[in-house]
Each structure stands twice: as C-alpha cells, then as structure tokens.
C-alpha cells in the first residue's frame, strides 16, 4: 500500500519499509474466528458420545453408531482446533512479507512496487 523510504536512501533498522494491505490477513483471520464460533458442534458431538458410549456398552446400539459418534466428535475437535490456531495467528502471518529491516542499509531498487500483489518471497529486505 505504501513504500517508506526513497530508493538509495540510507534506512535504520527496524524502519518499515512497506506499508501491505491487511485486508487479505484479516480475512483469513475472521474466517478462522467464524469457524470457531460454529464449533459449538463440539459440545453436540461430546453430548452424543456420551449418550451413545453408555448404549453400546449394554449392546442397546450398534457398534457403527458408536464409532461414528467417536468420529464426529474427533472431526469437530479437529476443526476446533484448527481455528483456534488460526484465529490466534493475528493479523499477520510470519515469513509472509518482511517489511522491517534487520540492518542499517541503504537499499536499492525495489522489486515490487506500491499497488502490485505479492506474495511469499517476493519481497527481500
């Protein structure tokens, strides 16, 4: 969104040097926070099992209904999971864009420019 420095001037370290359009980050973010919020499917999945772990102890249900009340129970917890490290990732995603130099420098011409779409290891501090 915003190059911070001119090209060949002397910068600091830990200078931000580009400025990227968090929308894209935050996007992965509330989706992951979305998912979260739909895990309440966890607490129906838990609920089942324990209904069922009881019957098919006493061979009241069959052997595939409690299997498939432990793979339900084990998906959403996995889902849980899974959006709950992506939700707790923040807003940036680390390796994704360097945007802050380790070392005084003077750089040189910019390989991407204000406006282009980058991605992982296109831009080089």
Partial sequence: MKQNYREGE???AGQVLFEIDPRTFQATVDGAKGALASGSALGHGQANLARVRPLAEKNAVSQKDLDDNIGY??????????AQAQAGGGTTEPGLHPDHLPVPASPAIAKAQVGNLVGPGQIQS
């Fill in 73 to 82: 129970e084990l998906s959403t917890r996995a889902a849980v999971a899974s």
């Fill in 10 to 12: 002397f910068v600091r």
